[in-house]
């Protein structure tokens, strides 16, 4: 594996751990208006991501299909979802700013449960750059090195935010600054390990790429439906929610679109 695959791996995850050190400069919670828009932003960048870095390059490598061409992408995307619906079933998490424990019944410690349901956030995000690099390693026409970095910087810039908000939230909980920041860069630690592990199954299962790609769509996109909007439009003035969505939306599209 080369530089260049294990530095576009690595970018997101750096970009959790760096919003997760903002709880080394800035007290208690985040203002819920910022944490709104902020959501807002990061569901409108992995929405886009979805699109034009996963499905798209998916449909367009199994064009020899003709008009069956879309099957690839709708059933890894459907598997995608109901791998994320599993999970969302079987692991105790908590979200931030909810009392409601979703998953199984737990003894573990609330601060647990509020990395457990972040880390369940980014194993998709994870799974995305690690399948667009898996491409490129197989020298895929469709997946270029420029379109796969512009990926990985998309899904830092919002994942810089999503450190924070996990990170914060525990300092406010009565954790330590220290032990908040170690949790909320543990939280993205499943990004480079999910990346790796899906890039290693790709070598096992070349012709499952586009598959693989619309998979990781797929999970994205059930956690945007599932956690990140219902965040952004609770309460009054979501407006601002949809503002920032739109925004995150535009800026992964300009990445993809120009780099890719």
Known sequence: ?????????MIPFIGTSLGAGCVFFMRGKLNPMVQRALTGFAAGV???????????PAIEQSA???????VPAAVGFWIGVLFLLFLDRTIPHLHAGTGDMEGPRS???????????????NLPEGMAVGVVYAGLLQGNAGISAAGAMALALGIAIQNFPEG??????LRAEGASTGKSFVYGVLSGAVEPIGALLTIWLSTLIVPALPYMLSFAAGAMIYVVV???????????????????????????????????
């Open 1 to 9: 594996m080369n530089m260049e695959v294990i530095r576009g791996i």
């Open 46 to 56: 992995m929405v886009a991501a979805s699109v034009w870095s996963l499905l798209l």
């Open 64 to 70: 020899a299909m003709g008009h069956w061409a879309f």
């Open 107 to 121: 003894s573990l410690a609330r601060t647990t449960k509020l990395v457990l349901a972040v880390t369940i956030h």
């Open 164 to 169: 924070a908000i996990i990170s914060m939230p």
């Open 226 to 260: 599932e956690e990140l909007i219902p965040e952004t439009a609770a309460g009054t003035h979501s407006n601002l929610g949809t503002v920032m969505f739109a925004l995150g939306f535009t800026v992964m599209m300009a990445l993809d679109c120009a780099l890719g």
